[in-house]
């Protein structure tokens, strides 16, 4: 996933940030809420982690701007120190889809995100994914490549759909697990299986492989274009 924190607690983002980027996310960082805000509305991420108590804007009045003014849906989920049900209910009102209160675990804030990330990912990218020749419909899940039909087994297709939906960047082993099986696996082997399905099935319908393995990093899909 990509990932934006906005925390101005710098063990508390350091921490994050290591762990995070540890399991193959890509992170941007920021440390008050005016830069925050400027790298959410400029840049795409798949989730936020947001502070409550920031400098230059706090984390609420950012979710409202965010949400109201600039019109981004990406899911937020809220840092929050104080631990009252009035707070997260008005945090909630504002936009942001889910909160932890500190202290909270890394493997929590993860667990939390790709929660989120898979929810809103059926609702923000319904659009067609197009990548050259390659098409995914993620409302009927229909893959056309080269003009040719083809079919996938359900894991297959949440993997093709990872990989089209960022074409340039590598995605690691580990990231393609949690996202497709919500953790990693105990041994490559289920992956590579998959892999191997899909690699075979698209090859049949184009006569060419477009998932390039980066050894040690990740896969990435070739450029398809005709
Ligand atoms: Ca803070």
Redesign the pocket.
Known sequence: MRILII???ATIAANLYDFLEGHGHSIDAAGDGITGLHLAVSQTFDVIVL?L??PGMDGLTLARKLREEAHVETPILMLTARDTLDDRLEGFSRGADDYLVKPFSLKEVEARLTAMYRRASGRVTSRLLEHGQLTLDPKTMAVLFAGNEVKLPPKCLRILELLMREPQRVISRDEIERLVWGEAQETSDTLRSHLHTLRRALTAAAGFDPVETLHGIGYRLRNTDA
């Open positions: 925390e101005d607690d502070d108590g920031l």
